[in-house]
């Protein structure tokens, strides 16, 4: 059975998409990729940050740029100024543009939207036989992108869980130049809950209500939480919705579904490793993996999986993230210290997947020793796991 596919991309979001950009401007041995994505349109559903720490292919692109940040509690605050690795916003909307653009432009990946596949069917000896709307696919390999399965309490150490308004306010009550990370002010005792605040102008702001904790919420649990801090931040300012964005994000020790014995298939994305356990962020780490991912296709091998983290950032983000769920009531206070004690360029390569050990030894001594070694006796070290780094 030849194979009409080398490769098929199950969801066309942003993993899938920056591994079938990628493919597309050269596709090595890969020439011959599907992309089956479930919407039957994109829309700006989300807005990815980072920190700017080099030259990359989305710097045209990214709309809002920042160089101070602000981590706040009820009791005392930390800013972060960061000039030399601005924290930035790359739209939704803008990395589909670019995206869809980049695939029409060659020949070599075709991009299905509104196909929704469900399972997958048993594996040949020389691929697979899909049945698709667009009829029988032989596909040589695949990579999946689609969520495993919907979020549960008990299928990771916490979830983050946020819902998020633009709004546009009829005067100027933001203050553009200063990203609120973490307003714990408004949380509710005993949970790890803060807002977060992207000022997009003086009268315009993303203003996200965002959780921690070991139940996933959805938008209608953080609906009247997320009311209250919008009222709070708008100042009295008469004000429209101008989107909503929502998600659940996995922190540490996820559950994914079994990826079966093949090597030939390989999951991938937000549900399959592209998460860091200490921030739920993914959007760096899954280009990093479909640059790597591309390179390793290009030349014949089959797709690989997101690289793990070295050993120590593993048992570092599992800590920290065990202390979160145990002691909640202290995660504004850590966060605070983490922002005030570690200096900017250190605590940003720790965020950014980039810590040196004198950056992780900053990161050990801005906290409270006490408190990490207790809950470190009780749990102890976990054996790495997953593909290492390369
Ligand atoms: C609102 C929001 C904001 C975020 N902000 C940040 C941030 O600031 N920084 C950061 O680093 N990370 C952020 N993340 C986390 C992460 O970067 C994103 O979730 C990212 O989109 C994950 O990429 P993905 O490809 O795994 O999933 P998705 O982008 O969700 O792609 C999965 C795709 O699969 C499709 N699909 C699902 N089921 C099927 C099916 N049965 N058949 C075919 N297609 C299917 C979906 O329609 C979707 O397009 C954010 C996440 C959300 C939800």
């Given at each position: 059975?030849?194979?009409d596919?080398?490769?098929?991309?199950?969801?066309?979001?942003?993993?899938?998409?920056?591994?079938?950009?990628?493919?597309?401007e050269?596709?090595?041995?890969?020439?011959?990729?599907?992309?089956?994505?479930a919407?039957?349109?994109?829309?700006?559903?989300?807005?990815?940050?980072?920190?700017?720490?080099?030259?990359?292919?989305?710097?045209?692109?990214?709309?809002?740029?920042?160089?101070?940040?602000?981590?706040?509690?009820?009791?005392?605050?930390?800013?972060?100024?960061?000039?030399?690795?601005?924290?930035?916003?790359?739209?939704?909307?803008?990395?589909?543009?670019h995206?869809?653009?980049v695939?029409?432009?060659?020949?070599?990946?075709?991009?299905?939207?509104?196909?929704?596949?469900?399972?997958?069917?048993?594996?040949?000896?020389?691929?697979?036989?899909?049945?698709?709307?667009?009829?029988?696919?032989?596909?040589?390999?695949?990579?999946?992108?689609?969520?495993?399965?919907?979020?549960?309490?008990?299928?990771?150490?916490?979830?983050q869980?946020?819902?998020?308004?633009e709004v546009?306010?009829?005067?100027?009550v933001?203050?553009?130049?200063?990203?609120?990370?973490?307003?714990?002010?408004?949380?509710?005792?005993?949970?790890?809950?803060?807002?977060?605040?992207?000022?997009?102008?003086?009268?315009?702001?993303?203003?996200?209500?965002?959780?921690?904790?070991?139940?996933?919420?959805?938008?209608?649990?953080?609906?009247?939480?997320?009311?209250?801090?919008?009222?709070?931040?708008?100042?009295?300012a008469?004000?429209?919705?101008?989107?909503?964005?929502?998600?659940?994000?996995?922190?540490?020790?996820?559950?994914?579904?079994?990826?079966?014995?093949?090597?030939?298939?390989?999951?991938?994305?937000?549900?399959?490793?592209?998460?860091?356990?200490?921030?739920?962020y993914?959007?760096?780490?899954?280009?990093?993996?479909?640059e790597?991912?591309?390179?390793?296709?290009?030349?014949?091998?089959?797709?690989?999986?997101?690289?793990?983290?070295?050993?120590?950032?593993?048992?570092?983000?599992?800590?920290?993230?065990?202390?979160?769920a145990?002691?909640?009531?202290?995660?504004?206070?850590?966060?605070?210290?983490?922002?005030?004690?570690?200096?900017?360029?250190?605590?940003?390569?720790?965020?950014?997947?980039?810590?040196?050990?004198?950056?992780?030894?900053?990161?050990?001594a801005?906290?409270?020793?006490?408190?990490?070694?207790?809950?470190?006796?009780?749990?102890g070290?976990?054996?790495?796991?997953?593909?290492?780094?390369?």
């Open positions: 059975m030849p194979a596919v080398d490769l098929l991309i199950l969801g066309g979001g942003c993993a899938g998409l920056s591994l079938a950009m990628r493919l597309a050269n596709p090595g041995a890969c020439r011959r990729v599907v992309v089956l994505e919407r039957e349109r994109y829309e700006n559903d989300r807005s990815w940050c980072f920190w700017q720490d080099r030259p990359d292919r989305f710097d045209t692109l990214v709309t809002y740029r920042w160089n101070h940040l602000a981590v706040r509690s009820s009791r005392s605050s930390a800013s972060l100024r960061c000039a030399a690795t601005p924290y930035q916003l790359l739209e939704a909307a803008v990395f589909y543009d995206a869809q653009q695939i029409r432009a060659h020949n070599g990946v075709q991009l299905h939207l509104g196909v929704t596949l469900s399972g997958l069917p048993p594996e040949q000896p020389d691929g697979w036989r899909i049945e698709t709307p667009l009829g029988t696919l032989r596909a040589a390999r695949i990579v999946d992108t689609r969520p495993a399965r919907r979020p549960v309490k008990g299928d990771a150490l916490l979830w869980s946020f819902l998020g308004h546009l306010c009829d005067r100027s933001f203050d553009p130049g200063c990203v609120e990370l973490m307003d714990f002010a408004d949380g509710r005792p005993g949970t790890v809950e803060f807002t977060y605040v992207l000022p997009l102008a003086a009268d315009r702001a993303l203003v996200e209500t965002t959780v921690f904790d070991p139940q996933p919420y959805g938008p209608a649990d953080l609906a009247a939480r997320q009311h209250s801090a919008v009222l709070k931040r708008v100042r009295g008469a004000h429209s919705l101008v989107r909503t964005e929502n998600g659940i994000l996995p922190m540490g020790d996820l559950k994914t579904a079994p990826d079966g014995s093949s090597s030939r298939y390989c999951a991938a994305g937000l549900h399959s490793g592209a998460a860091r356990p200490a921030t739920g993914a959007f760096q780490r899954i280009q990093r993996w479909a790597a991912c591309a390179a390793t296709l290009r030349l014949g091998g089959n797709p690989i999986p997101h690289a793990s983290d070295p050993w120590l950032t593993q048992q570092m983000d599992r800590l920290f993230l065990q202390v979160l145990a002691e909640p009531e202290r995660a504004a206070d850590l966060f605070v210290r983490l922002f005030a004690r570690v200096p900017a360029p250190r605590l940003i390569r720790f965020l950014s997947d980039k810590a040196t050990l004198a950056d992780r030894a900053s990161v050990v801005a906290l409270p020793p006490a408190l990490f070694l207790r809950h470190l006796l009780r749990t070290f976990r054996p790495a796991t997953g593909r290492a780094h390369p």
